[in-house]
């Protein structure tokens, strides 16, 4: 299926989702869930599956599994209890090979000067996004929950003195390769803008598993600051690569799925299609 049918399909099982996820302790069947978005049981079937790779009833499983862990009472427990359920995979997001490198000082200071940054407004199965990148890779990516100007607008005053100049035959390119599927293995290289510490809690969620989840007291101790829940809650809000450094992947401590700067059903959905993927 290519990008754009993909997107079209991610709005009908946003909408699916968000009834999982809302009445997954009814064990919602096909029909009522079918009913919910306005679509016949045989086209929500179809649609779901090719969007997230496993039918809604699987999905509701997936639901239904993570609900049920109770490991966030122990850090360790929930690395543990994911992996039993088979909601940890062995490979890094996307079996894609992400590294990153924060921007000096002085690159910051001088505000993108002399630099070229392409942008593109791109297609993803998560909806549209925003997308920019330099010669040394990937600077900004945002899922459009606003218009799409005030994202661009955004991006082109993170860096005032930068050349930018729209590319959306590489935006494409880009878009094809951190969402194919199959995986296209290939390296992907982001470039962090943020403080120290920000770039730290961003560092330790590049380097998790696709499926693993974890509480923001988990990603304090991650990056070896027990005490920085809350500095971690900041640093995730001030994320501007969104997906490819997960903060989706990022939950309340109580287990429940926290809100998120895209909308907490497309959180929802990247859980999903990463879990798809592990299945």
């Not at 122990?74 to 079996?95: F, M, P, W, Y």
């Not at 989840?213 to 990056?223: G, K, R």
Request: glycine share 8%; net charge positive.
């Amino acid at each position: 299926m290519n990008k754009p049918e993909l997107h079209r399909h991610y709005s009908v099982v946003e909408q699916a989702i968000s009834f999982i996820t809302k009445y997954f302790d009814r064990q919602p069947t096909l029909a009522e869930i079918a009913q919910a978005v306005s679509m016949s049981e045989h086209h929500l079937q179809r649609v779901f599956s090719e969007w997230a790779g496993i039918s809604p009833k699987r999905f509701l499983q997936l639901i239904t599994k993570q609900a049920a862990m109770d490991a966030l009472k122990d850090t360790q427990n929930l690395i543990e209890a994911s992996e039993k359920v088979g909601l940890s995979g062995a490979g890094r997001l996307h079996d894609l090979m992400v590294s990153c490198e924060g921007m000096t000082p002085g690159e910051v200071k001088s505000a993108g000067d002399g630099v070229l940054i392409d942008y593109a407004v791109i297609t993803t199965p998560f909806g549209e996004a925003v997308l920019g990148w330099t010669q040394r890779g990937i600077c900004y990516l945002q899922f459009v929950s606003q218009q799409k100007k005030q994202l661009i607008d955004e991006l082109f005053a993170q860096w005032p003195r930068a050349n930018f100049v729209l590319n959306n035959e590489g935006g494409a390119m880009f878009s094809r390769k951190i969402f194919s599927s199959p995986l296209e293995r290939g390296k992907i290289h982001l470039i962090l803008k943020g403080t120290n510490f920000q770039i730290k809690v961003w560092e330790a969620l590049i380097n998790t598993h696709t499926s693993q989840q974890l509480s923001y007291s988990q990603v304090s101790q991650l990056i070896n600051s027990p005490r920085a829940s809350r500095a971690v809650g900041t640093a995730l809000a001030n994320n501007t690569i969104g997906y490819l450094i997960p903060c989706h992947r990022v939950i309340k401590n109580n287990g429940n799925i926290g809100n998120y700067r895209w909308g907490v059903e497309r959180k929802i959905a990247m859980l999903a299609w990463e879990n798809s993927r592990n299945c």
